[in-house]
Structures are given as C-alpha cells and as structure tokens.
C-alpha cells in the first residue's frame, strides 16, 4: 500500500430513525443517520409483509382473461 493516500478511518455512531445506535469505523468524520437499520428491517426482524403480493396473479388473470 501507498503511504499517504487512504482516508482516515474513525471511530463514529451510527443513529437509526428506530432509536437504535451502533458504534463502527467510517472515513465519514461526523456522526450519522440512516433510514432503516438491521434492527427495525423487515427482512431481518421476519416480520415481511407477503400479504400484498398474495392474489397478484389471481387478479391479473381476471383482468385479461378472454371473454
């Protein structure tokens, strides 16, 4: 590697708009936010929502079945 030429890698504190903050190096100088975290996902908490993709196929063929 180079001298002199990466980022600085810092400690920061990373807010979730959930209320939950974790502590991680960045080459970001400031603290920061974001949106969606790995404690309030989806994904992650297993709380998906499949419901809004159920009958989609049922009400496509509805709507462009032959007459």
Known sequence: MKA???PEYKDVT???S???SYKMKSTRFEDFTVE???NCHP???G???QAE???RV???????QSN
């Open 4 to 6: 002199e030429i990466h």
């Open 14 to 16: 990373v807010g979730c």
């Open 18 to 20: 959930c209320g939950a």
């Open 36 to 38: 969606v975290c790995s």
């Open 43 to 45: 994904y992650y908490t």
């Open 47 to 49: 709380k998906e929502r």
């Open 53 to 55: 993709a159920k009958g």
């Open 58 to 64: 049922e009400r496509f063929r509805r709507k462009y």
